[in-house]
């Protein structure tokens, strides 16, 4: 198995040695880090190639000048799988992968699943963050799984399986899924919900996908705080709440 791990970033210089430090942590080893720098303006590629300098993992930057994490993650997956990958993980740069993340994702493989979707749990290294923010958390989560299996968009004929919500911040699909699917769509967050857009693409190819509770990535709850609980709920129910900043950073 050739494990890539991609990463898309814009403008996450200050937060990311957070990720690799986190990913250089991981008790398997054995995975090529592969940053998509989305035409950052705050020295995000800079940060990382002086990580890599230093650092005991393969750490490879590309770019993608097209804004988006659908486009900066399509770019990553299809460089990773140019270069030989077989097997391709997913995060997100302001996220914290669990130290057993890669093996856990790679025991999803083996067992059969060809894209595998974990758990996101909020970041407590950020801010400090009160009991109800914790408890809050995984309750807009669980909230959006549900809108997810409701959601007629979600619905509909020739789907080989049920839809699950598979964050972008902790996924992991075989190469072969995911040219045969078309794989993530490029475009921007604000368009579209990529991860979703993937989840459904998957579903008219295979039914062999899941949900493991053990891919745990820690994720920022930035996006909580600057939308509030009502925003962030309307966000990800097919944006009907769209601030003027997006990228909060």
């Known amino acids: 198995m050739d494990l890539w791990v ?5 403008n996450e210089a200050k937060g990311i040695e957070a ?17 998509v720098d989305n035409m950052s303006t705050d020295g995000t590629a800079e940060v990382v190639k002086s990580y ?3 650092s005991s993992m ?5 770019q993608e000048v097209r804004k988006g994490t659908g486009a900066a993650s399509d770019t990553g997956v299809r460089h990773a799988i140019a270069q030989g ?7 997100d740069a302001d996220c914290v992968p669990r130290r ?14 060809e894209m595998v979707g974990g758990k996101l749990r909020p970041r407590t290294d ?24 409701l959601r007629p968009g979600n619905r509909g004929a020739g789907h080989l399986g049920p839809y699950i919500m598979m964050p972008g911040a902790t996924v992991g699909i ?11 769509p490029r475009t921007a967050i604000e368009e579209v919900h990529e991860d979703r857009a993937l989840v459904n693409r998957v579903r008219k190819v295979t039914g062999a996908y899941g949900s493991r509770r053990d891919v745990v990535v820690y994720g920022s709850v930035r996006r909580l705080r600057a939308y509030g609980l009502a925003g962030t709920l309307a966000w990800y129910a097919d944006h009907h709440y769209r601030p003027d900043v997006v990228d909060v950073r």
Do not use: N
């Open 52 to 54: 890599a300098a230093t």
């Open 85 to 91: 990958a077989t097997h391709l993980a997913r995060t």
């Open 126 to 149: 950020e801010f400090p963050l009160k009991l109800w923010e914790r408890r809050l958390i995984p309750f807009v989560v669980a909230v959006a799984a549900a809108f997810g299996r």
């Open 6 to 10: 991609i990463v898309p970033a814009y």
């Open 19 to 35: 990720t690799l430090r986190a990913l250089e942590a991981q008790d398997d080893p054995a995975f090529t880090l592969l940053v």
């Open 58 to 62: 393969t750490i490879r930057v590309v």
């Open 100 to 113: 057993d993340w890669v093996r856990a994702i790679k025991r999803a493989f083996g067992d059969g699943l």
């Open 174 to 184: 075989t190469a072969s899924l995911y040219e045969r699917s078309g794989g993530f």
